[in-house]
């Protein structure tokens, strides 16, 4: 691990497939005039998976990472018994992240969103003095907390009030952390907005979203571990979705696996899934539409409230952009579908009943839109079927350990005093 030589790769723009070089932290092609995701394109086409030590970075090759942090693990793959059976499935695979040692899979923060964070920070120059600024609805945050945390990188993070219990943690966090919050009442488009504001200060700079290559591609790793166990693409990839990033990760990673030949030829159908009552992408879907419609604000506020998987209240996600879930959707096949709280609920009993893990309300979403398909008889119960279940293992990794909270430092109105809070954030550093 000592010799590690990052992968060389420059930039493609996929609204005009304008190919220039990475020269450090770009998050669009500026000679592009229309809103549309950069792709990294990497020089190895043929991914060589390294030994599980690596972590996380045992899929470097297709990471545009600088250098490895410590601390990693990758998603697992594993064929399923039990729920495949109860399913009438003859080729169910699980993507597990999250904690659950007995598969091999190590994630302390119990959450897929870990596979972002080591990405991204791993992409950051050693020698950048700027804080990276990060807004989450709760796991995000947490993932990049514990990373950032364990290898010394400044961080802000923004979140809402209503979800800072998400902020929960095995280990003290190193001061080289921040934590502000928007007021009780605000959602993921308000913590962005905070963030915005902090970043009109020089001092800091922008994690970036879906639109950092890193970010993606670390959470492409779900796919790649899928593809690389079972030895071939998957028929369906099923996955819940807030912004629709990783779905887009997965497409981007499929893509790929497809040039490098040995997996097959074919684009896994992508089934995603939203958490009635918020389901603004699925709405926007139904109707065929690549923009998104519009929502009103008390309304998306009061819907984020109302579901479980707080993690999917994404309001503003990359769906119409060029490269976006529209995009990665109208590609693969693919659909849209809503799973209320009882049904998450339920998958996620039935998971921990026949698969002897607990997970999140957010793979619990996307399992009951499996089982919506199976009872429907739309799907084939002898096709490869991946089921990225995204979080899991939250009580194991609990268990008998004193838990620590990350605090907010403030907490900001829904409407902010855009110098109050520029002043506040450079004062925390």
């Known amino acids: ?3 590690f030589k990052p992968t060389k790769y420059t930039l493609k723009c996929v609204a005009t497939d304008r190919e220039f070089e990475d020269n450090g932290w770009i998050l669009d092609d500026a000679e592009c005039k229309s809103p549309s995701l950069v ?14 030590e690596y972590g996380l970075y045992k899929f470097a090759d297709w990471l545009p990472v600088r250098r490895m942090l410590k601390g ?9 018994e039990a729920l495949a059976k109860h399913l009438g499935l003859e080729n169910l695979w699980i993507t597990l992240s999250g904690y659950a040692p007995k598969h091999g899979v190590r994630m302390t923060t119990c959450s897929f969103k870990e596979t972002e964070a080591y990405s991204v920070c791993a992409r950051i120059d050693e020698h950048e003095e700027r804080v990276l600024v990060v807004a989450s609805a709760g796991n995000t945050a947490r993932a990049f907390a514990r990373v950032c945390s364990d290898n010394n990188i400044k961080l802000l993070l923004a979140v809402p009030a209503d979800n800072i219990d998400a902020l929960w943690f095995t280990e003290p966090i190193n001061d080289c952390v921040k934590l502000i ?6 959602d993921y488009f308000d913590a962005i907005n905070l963030s915005n504001i902090a970043l009109k200060s020089h001092k800091f700079y922008a994690e970036g979203g879906a639109k950092n290559i890193a970010r993606r591609d670390g959470m492409s790793t779900t796919m790649l571990s899928a593809a690389t166990t079972i030895g071939r693409i998957p028929d ?17 990673a499929n893509m790929r696996l497809q040039e490098d030949g040995r997996f097959g030829s074919n684009l896994a159908r992508l089934v995603v899934s939203q958490n009635a009552p918020f389901v603004p992408m699925y709405d926007a879907w139904r109707a065929d539409s690549r923009d998104m419609l ?20 994404n309001r503003k996600p990359p769906y119409s952009l060029a ?29 921990k009943e026949l698969e002897g893990i607990d997970i999140y309300p957010a793979p619990g979403v996307a399992l009951a839109s499996l089982i919506k398909m199976v009872e429907a008889g739309t799907i084939d119960k002898k096709a490869c079927i991946m089921l990225n279940i995204t979080g899991a293992g939250e009580e194991a990794a609990k268990q008998n350990r004193e838990l620590f909270y990350l ?7 829904l409407t902010p005093d855009v110098d109050e809070v520029v002043n506040y954030v450079e004062s925390l550093f």
């Not at 990693?72 to 399923?80: D, E, G, L, N």
């Not at 519009?294 to 209240?313: H, P």
């Not at 976006?324 to 998971?351: E, P």
């Open 407 to 413: 605090k907010p430092s403030k907490v900001f109105s």
């Open 1 to 3: 691990m000592e010799n």
């Open 39 to 52: 792709r990294a394109i990497y020089d190895k086409k043929q991914i060589e998976v390294k030994a599980d």
């Open 72 to 80: 990693s693990s990758a998603p697992v793959t594993y064929k399923s």
């Open 181 to 186: 919050a928007c007021e009780k009442g605000g």
């Open 236 to 252: 369906y990839y099923f996955q819940a979705v807030g912004s629709g990033t990783g779905a887009i990760a997965a497409w981007e």
């Open 323 to 351: 490269g976006g879930l529209y995009d990665a959707l109208k590609a693969t096949g693919g659909d849209i579908m809503v799973a209320t709280n009882a049904q998450s609920r339920r998958a996620c009993k039935l998971f």
């Open 294 to 313: 519009d929502y009103d604000v008390r309304k998306a506020r009061r819907d984020a409230e109302l579901i479980e998987a707080k993690v999917l209240s």
